[in-house]
């Protein structure tokens, strides 16, 4: 008998952890922070998990490693199982999480923080098999960002397989997702259940019209995840000036200390590219376009206030939750010149949602701005698997069961249609701390 119970990532996009109790062992798969919904719950004791004896990680992002800490204050002491570069990259967001908090509101301490690394940790490559007991599992690349991966499990004959989050096919930087082998059981994402992307081609194409187009008058504000988002964005930035697209004179400036930290720490693991990554980074980092300043101090950032034209920036946090990007649009938002450029997913209840939706004023730390500058979304650069490529995922793997998680309510029924559509599965779309039997 396997269960699972959802801690995490059931009518929500994030604090994806999931509980699996085996007759004879338990584990956790991932240990995300919750984000916009639920963010209430992320300080909530996790002690009845303190025995568990491991914790599989997908992949660094913080809905998935941000309350490994607070299991670690809850008395946790399991080993941690993931990709190298997932270990090394979660180093560095659990620092900033850590940071970002109000001393008065910080959820964990230092020493548990400090204990966090000292965990015992076993590092696994990609289509390797391993055990534990009667526990098979093999770990696969998932192609969302680097070092992600799916987990395929297989216990006394039962297999079950956790999506964790499947890129886009197509992205720059890392490979495509691999395909999945059979199972009987699947936990799959549903981000982007009910909609397809735009191919990254177009969506470039998109982001370099939007930026030419404001330079000149103006400045431009890219809020983005410090990791593989902004990576990404300098991937494509240095595209241009290789294309001879990128005007002299302009600069785009990564004025997040975090992404520049990551941006070195991705020379580590050339292995995780995709091969025209590769193939470019035998020559020269492919991340880093000659117009790129890297500002990390306050006051360099401060600086940039007195700038008004020909600067992209490139800030934290991505949906606009704090971080540089929010003393940057205070400055620009009022100033129909300036432009922001949303490239990835805005989870409800963020700032960045609100202005994606078209709000015409904003409440920012002390008081109500005009928005009037110019806002674009794209959403090429996603670095979920648009519908399509989870359906034919979820077909690849072709499993009598699926359980949808990771999705807000509209988009888990959307992937659940478009299943039962193609094939007669059981489908389930658990609650938060449902338990569900398999
Ligand atoms: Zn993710």
Not at 48 to 63: G, I, N, Q, S
Not at 155 to 181: A, C, H, Q, W
Not at 241 to 254: A, D, P, S, T
Request: glycine share 8%; proline share 4%.
């Amino acid at each position: 008998m396997i269960r699972i119970k959802f801690y995490g990532a059931a009518g929500t996009v994030t604090g994806s952890m999931h509980l699996v109790q085996l007759p004879d062992m338990k584990f956790l798969v991932d240990a995300g922070y919750f984000q916009g919904t639920y963010e209430d719950r992320n300080g909530q004791s996790l002690e009845e998990l303190k025995d568990v004896p491991y914790l599989f990680l997908t992949h660094a992002h913080l809905d998935h490693v941000g309350r490994l800490p607070i299991l670690v204050r809850d008395g946790f002491r399991g080993t941690i199982i993931t990709h190298r570069a997932t270990w090394a990259l979660a180093r560095y967001i659990l620092e900033d999480a850590y940071n970002v908090m109000e001393e008065d509101e910080k959820l964990y301490t230092m020493k548990d923080l400090r204990n966090t690394f000292r965990l015992p940790v076993k590092l696994v490559q990609y289509d390797h098999e391993y055990s534990i007991g009667d526990l098979k599992f093999r770990v696969r690349d998932a192609g969302h960002i680097l070092g992600s991966a799916f987990f395929e499990f297989e216990y006394r004959g039962r297999r079950f397989t956790f999506s964790g989050d499947l890129g886009n096919e197509g992205k720059p930087i890392v490979r495509d997702p691999t395909m999945p082998s059979k199972t009987d059981v699947l936990i799959v994402e549903s981000t982007y259940g009910n909609r397809e992307h735009r191919p990254f081609e177009e969506s470039a194409e998109e982001l370099r019209e939007a930026i030419f187009s404001t330079l000149d008058k103006g400045k431009v504000l890219i809020p983005s995840f410090a990791l593989e988002r902004a990576q990404e964005i300098l991937y494509v930035f240095k595209e241009w000036e290789e294309q001879n697209k990128w005007k002299k004179g302009w600069r785009v400036i990564l004025d997040s200390p975090l992404a520049a930290r990551i941006l070195t720490e991705y020379l580590n693991f050339p292995e995780c590219y995709d091969r025209e990554t590769f193939e470019k980074f035998i020559r020269s980092n492919p991340m880093q376009p000659r117009s790129l300043t890297i500002t990390m101090s306050r006051g360099a950032s401060r600086r940039l206030n007195s700038i008004e034209k020909g600067i992209s920036i490139i800030a934290g946090s991505g949906m606009l939750t704090g971080g540089r990007s929010i003393h940057h649009l205070r400055h620009m938002i009022e100033n129909p010149d300036n432009a922001i450029i949303f490239v990835g997913y805005q989870a409800k209840g963020t700032l960045g949602r609100k202005l994606v939706d078209g709000e015409q004023k904003v409440w920012i730390n002390d008081r109500f701005y005009d928005v009037n500058l110019k806002i674009y979304t794209i959403n090429g650069f996603s670095s979920h698997a648009g519908r399509d490529t989870l359906l034919r995922w979820i077909d690849h793997a072709d499993p009598d069961s699926v359980i949808i998680v990771h999705g807000e309510d509209e988009e888990r029924e959307a992937l659940e249609e478009g299943i039962l559509d193609r094939k007669k599965r059981n489908t389930a779309r658990p609650l938060l701390e449902e338990e569900l039997e398999l």
